[in-house]
């Protein structure tokens, strides 16, 4: 154990891997503060760099950059009322109105500290969590890996933003995405057209690169993100960044114990990530309240909760992703696409094979989340000269970065191809309130569904009770089942009650 | 950009029934008692429900939302939308035969041009330190073939 930690932070604290950590947050920190650039986006755009990086310095950068991405969104929410990233949007008009009362150094101050208190939480949960879990793990058939993935997809489809049936046709078509190509067990190509690059199916990266980035550019173009050219109001002042945020959050500490423990939570379960988490932690935070009145005029209460939230869901979104394969968020379903291209398959066995890694990871976190303190601080002086870089200049530039990265996956133009499809078919899906995690999830989850559906089935000889015989398989099983009749039942009332209302 | 739901639905429904149809043409594998069509013709059903519901909700809705909803978009947004589409098309198009430098330069200067209203030669500046950054990274340190093309020599790094 305690050799392992040793190797785990050699590994961390060396020069290269700490210059990558500074590089890839200053990255981060950029793109999260311009807005309409997310941190998925910005970990998209790593992906082709890391390819080319030993594990431990890429995932450092990947952990790095979405920590200082998701604080950046605070930037131009609270200066400019438009949030930097989806995460930020929760609580965009308290701090803008905190900034119009001239008080911005106390939003921005108060949302830096607990970015980096809800970041510390989030990695300390996962450190302890995930080896615990992977103990847990290492008893699981394929019984018990087909619920859970299944359990993944219907927090996806479910937990996420907009009506159910959007989720669920976002999954559905997720899913369908993934079985292109040649069928892992009978080896029946399966809606190739005839293609012979679609026979290996279509690859995570550039579908996730189109899916993230390219619907990103298309959706500045068409300018239904607002902020197309979006101006300052007033530069924050320095002297309120620190005292002042201190002094609320001593006032608030328990808000800040909430919203990190929330947000690690919600981290955790598949599909929902930081902006879920923001937006739950804010409303449970106007629900404790005191004065609930207050919120949305301006107050600080609701910053500290889903300002450590959305922190602390990056830290608890890794559990589920390195412990079974299954994505805690979309910036982590990019990371399973990583960790395959590296060989190392995301599982209870990288903590046997390789603990020195897992651990490298939980201390890239804390590195991360201590390095926010300084360069996030180094942001809120300079975020007016940041807003000046422009836009049009900016986004033809992501374009030819996304195509690079797409063609580098597997050195063919094809996968081009794909990134364009997909990212027109991603953006359609956003404008019309269908979201796109569920859609990602489905892609990553789906042949892991199929070959533990099938090899199970193989080994239980066809008997689908086989399913609910293990203990393990049948608890997370039943929960399964569970949510989708609760979902059932809920959506016939809704349906009988609208009918009602149109004829009665 | 908003389509009612009744289109998109209906979309999606021909979209179930297709992979529905073509699953039924999947051979079953012998000895087993599920196949290669199982899940394609979940997948196919659950879009058809779904795609069912998204019609009947859209129809109702169809007087307050209109079929298409393109009212926010100005003409000149959506050619700037254009270009960035035809730029990745163009890429696709030409990056074989005009190689990544040229094929690339194109594809970043154009759309910028169009997104910034005119800066022709700054646009064409910044355009081309990105692609010989991005030629000089990912061809001669990360080793990714990028097509060469037949019009340019090899750069030298």
């Known amino acids: 154990m305690s050799d392992t930690l040793g190797a785990a932070f050699s590994l961390v604290f060396d020069p290269h ?48 950059t979405t920590a200082m991405a998701i604080f950046a969104g605070d930037l131009p929410g609270a200066l400019l009322r438009i949030p930097g990233t989806p995460a930020s949007a929760a609580y965009v008009d308290d701090a803008y109105r905190l900034t119009l009362q001239g008080r911005s150094g106390l939003a921005l101050g108060t949302g830096l500290i607990c970015s980096v208190i809800g970041g510390l939480v989030g990695a300390a949960i996962l450190a302890f969590a995930a080896p615990a879990l992977a103990e847990v793990a290492l008893a699981f058939s394929t019984f018990e890996y087909f619920w859970l993935a299944t359990f993944g997809l219907t927090c996806a489809a479910f937990v996420s933003t907009g009506r159910p049936v959007k989720g669920f046709v976002s999954l559905l078509f997720g899913l369908f995405i993934a ?26 990266i550039p579908a996730m690169i189109g899916m993230f980035a390219v619907s990103e550019v298309l959706r500045w173009a068409l300018g239904t993100t607002g902020g197309r050219d979006a101006a300052l109001v007033a530069q924050p002042q320095a002297r309120e960044l620190v005292r002042p945020s201190l002094r609320a959050i001593g006032r608030y500490r328990t808000g800040v114990a909430r ?17 879920i988490a923001a937006w739950i932690s804010y409303a449970v935070s106007k629900k404790m309240s005191n004065t609930p009145e207050k919120f949305g005029t301006g107050h600080v209460e609701g910053l500290v909760d889903s300002g450590a939230a959305n922190n602390a869901s990056l830290g608890g979104a890794w559990v589920p992703a390195l412990v079974f394969g299954i994505p805690g968020d979309s910036i982590t379903a990019i990371v399973i696409g990583i960790l395959y291209m590296k060989g190392m398959n995301p599982g209870p066995m990288v903590m046997i094979n390789q603990p020195e890694l897992l651990y490298a990871v939980f201390i890239a976190f804390f590195v991360a989340n201590l390095l926010l303190l300084p360069l996030g601080w180094l942001a809120i002086r300079s975020f007016g000269q940041m807003l000046r870089v422009p836009r049009g200049a900016l986004m033809p530039v992501i374009l030819i970065l996304c195509m690079v990265g797409a063609f580098a996956i597997n050195n063919t133009l094809f996968g081009v191809i794909i990134m364009l499809v997909l990212g027109v078919i991603a953006f359609v899906m956003e ?10 999830l489905g892609l990553v989850l789906g042949s892991m569904i199929e070959r533990n559906f099938m090899q199970s089935m193989i080994k239980a000889d066809g008997n689908l009770l086989a399913f609910f015989e293990r203990p393990l398989a049948a608890a997370i099983g039943g929960v399964t089942v569970a949510i989708w009749l609760l979902v059932a039942v809920g959506a016939v009332r809704r349906w009988r009650r609208a009918a009602g209302g149109v004829t009665g | 950009m908003k389509i009612n ?3 998109l639905g209906a979309l999606i429904l021909l979209g179930g029934l297709a992979i529905l149809l073509e699953a039924r043409t999947f051979p079953a594998t ?15 059903v659950g ?28 003409p000149g947004r959506w050619l700037d939308a254009l270009a960035a589409l035809l730029a990745v098309v163009g890429f696709i198009a030409l990056a074989d035969w005009m190689g990544f430098v040229l094929a690339g330069l194109l594809a970043c200067w154009l759309p910028m041009v169009r997104f910034r209203r005119g800066h022709w030669f700054s646009s064409l500046a910044i355009a081309l330190v990105t692609v010989l950054a991005i030629d000089w990274a990912f061809r001669s340190v990360l080793l ?3 097509p060469q093309g037949a019009l340019l020599p090899r750069l030298p790094w």
Do not use: K, Y
């Not at chain 1, 404008?431 to 990602?440: L, T, Y």
């Open chain 1, 17 to 64: 891997v700490l210059l990558v950590m500074l590089a890839a947050g200053a990255f981060g920190l950029f793109v999260g503060a311009m807005p309409g650039l997310t941190a998925t986006l910005a970990t998209a755009l790593l992906v082709p760099v890391t390819f080319f990086m030993d594990p431990v310095p890429a995932l450092a950068a990947i952990v790095a």
């Open chain 2, 30 to 44: 012998h000895g087993q008692a599920f196949g290669p069509d199982l899940f394609p013709t979940i997948i196919g």
């Open chain 1, 179 to 204: 079985t292109i190509g040649i069928d892992i067990m009978a080896g029946q190509p399966r809606f190739t057209l005839g293609s012979v690059e679609l026979m290996g199916g279509v690859s995570f």
């Open chain 2, 5 to 7: 739901d009744a289109l």
């Open chain 1, 259 to 275: 919203g990190s423990l929330i947000g690690t939570a919600i981290g955790i379960l598949p599909g929902a990530g930081a902006d």
């Open chain 2, 47 to 74: 879009l058809m429900l779904a795609g069912c519901g998204l019609v009947v909700s859209g129809w109702r809705t169809r007087h307050v939302t209109g079929w298409v909803d393109v009212s926010a978009i100005t």
């Open chain 1, 431 to 440: 404008e019309n309130g269908f979201p796109v995690a569920p859609a990602i």
């Open chain 2, 144 to 146: 990714v073939p990028l």
